[in-house]
C-alpha cells in the first residue's frame, strides 16, 4: 500500500530536550511539507521541502530544523528553542512542482507531540 | 498575504444539507480545496475546483466558486453522522511555482451531524 507514515502517533519530551519525528512516503513523491496544527487553529507550514537535499523555511520554521537526504524521508526536529512545542503534527507529500498548478497534497496521520 | 477564512462551527441534522463557507483573499487563487479532517487523524482530500469553474459536483459534495466575492462553499447532501470531521479550505497559487504549490488554509469548521 502506498501512503505517508509518521511515528510516533504520541511523543512525550521534557522541556528543553530536542525531538525528532520521522515522516516517510513511498508515493515517489518529489516534495514534502510539515505542517503544524493547535486546537481551533488551521495548519500552519513549517518547512518544505521541493527535492531531495533542498528546503527552505515556512511561515513558522523558528525552533524547527529538517533535513531531506532521501526522497522518501523528511525528518523534522523540534528543538528546545521552539517555545511553545506541544501541538500536532502532519506531515504531507506531493508529486511535485514541475510547474503543474494543481497538486493535491496527501497527509500523514499526524504525532501528537507533548512537552511536559 | 493570503489568508482563507471560515466560521468555526457548524451543526446539522441528520439528513439535511450542510453548507460550509469560506472567504480567501488572494486573487490569483488557481485551485482551492475542501479537505476533511476526522478526530486525531490527517487531512483528506474531498474535493477540488479550478478557478475558471464555478461548480463542481462530486456525488454528494457539491462545490460553489464565486471568484469575483472571492467566496467557496461545501454542500454536503443528506449529511450523515459520519460526516462530522473538521473541514478546511485550502487555496494555492499554481503560478508562484517557487512557493513549491503551498496551500494556505482556512482555521477549519467543525460539522457536528445530530441523529
Known amino acids: 500500500d502506498g501512503g505517508i507514515t509518521q511515528s510516533p502517533k504520541y511523543l512525550f519530551r521534557k522541556e528543553g530536550q530536542n525531538v525528532t519525528l520521522s515522516c516517510e512516503q513511498n508515493l515517489n513523491h518529489d516534495a514534502m511539507y510539515w505542517y503544524r496544527q493547535d486546537p481551533g487553529q488551521g495548519l500552519r507550514l513549517i518547512y518544505y521541502s521541493q527535492i531531495v537535499n533542498d528546503f527552505q523555511k515556512g511561515d513558522i520554521a523558528e525552533g524547527y530544523s529538517v533535513s531531506r537526504e532521501k526522497k522518501e524521508s523528511f525528518p523534522l526536529t523540534v528543538t528546545s528553542a521552539q517555545k511553545n512545542p506541544t501541538a500536532f503534527y502532519l506531515c504531507?507529500?506531493?508529486?511535485?512542482?514541475?510547474?503543474?498548478?494543481?497538486?493535491?497534497?496527501?497527509f500523514g496521520p499526524g504525532t501528537r507531540l507533548t512537552v511536559l | 498575504g493570503e489568508d482563507v477564512e471560515q466560521s468555526l462551527f457548524l451543526s446539522v441534522r441528520e439528513g439535511d444539507s450542510s453548507v460550509i463557507n469560506c472567504t480567501y483573499t488572494d486573487s490569483s487563487s488557481t485551485y482551492l480545496y475542501w479537505y476533511k479532517q476526522e478526530p486525531g487523524a490527517g487531512l483528506q482530500l474531498l474535493t477540488y475546483i479550478f478557478s475558471n469553474m464555478d461548480m463542481k459536483q462530486d456525488q454528494r459534495l457539491t462545490v460553489l466558486l464565486n471568484k469575483k466575492d472571492k467566496h467557496l462553499s461545501l454542500r454536503i447532501a443528506d449529511t450523515q453522522t459520519g460526516d462530522s470531521a473538521i473541514y478546511f479550505c485550502a487555496e494555492s497559487n499554481g503560478a508562484h511555482k517557487a512557493a513549491g504549490n503551498k496551500l494556505t488554509f482556512g482555521g477549519g469548521t467543525r460539522v457536528l451531524v445530530k441523529p
Open positions: 504531507a507529500s506531493s508529486m511535485g512542482t514541475g510547474g503543474v498548478a494543481y497538486n493535491e497534497q496527501f
